[in-house]
């Protein structure tokens, strides 16, 4: 049966169709060469057949062999996947457990930190409370000096004073003695001049009168 000129059309179509939807087709062989006549003979079509039934065929077995492949590597991928999924986790684990210890570190610090400007802060306070506290003695430690200072020079002062009263003590000692004296030497003139035959000798200024008799008396 002769093919017309639009069935040989549509026949090269479906040719070029099959050879798009081949997976795996070599792009370097080259498209089949049909010779589009307009005779009425009908052309050999066996040759072409048995050469996309070959090519069909090698599709086949090469898809089969990468789909074994694949198959046969795929537990292998998925225990590495599974290794690498759980040493993430582990690694996640002890980063999380390390910042955790960080943050609570760092807190600790902050804490520490914070007291010892606190002490610094009251020890700092009470320095400078004692500071004033020892300004004020040594005010005082030099008042105090200033009035000792004082006193003594006033010490010496009376020690001068009490030194020439002493002095002048002794001194109206003697005068007083000698007044007695003076006085007694009178009287015992005026006796002797009234009672001329008396006898005066016994006559003492330090002695006394006691029961009618003249008697030493104790300084």
Known sequence: MAMSHEDMLKRARQLKKQKTITIGASPSSPPPHIEFHEETSEPDLEPLTRKFKSRGRKIVEATSQHSTSQIQLAPHILANLHKAEASSFM?????????????????????????????????????????????????????????????????????LKEKNLLNSSELLKDQIGSSLNMGFQLALDQVRVLCSDADLSPADISKSVVNGELVETDD
């Open 91 to 159: 690694l996640m684990d002890q980063f999380t457990h390390l910042s955790t210890q960080k943050s609570l570190d760092l807190e600790q610090k902050e804490q520490s930190f914070v007291l010892s400007q606190t002490e610094n802060s009251r020890l700092a306070a009470e320095v400078i409370e004692l500071t004033t506290q020892v300004k004020k003695k040594d005010e005082l430690l030099v008042d105090l000096n200033n009035q000792l200072k004082a006193l003594e020079a006033e010490k010496q002062s009376w020690n």
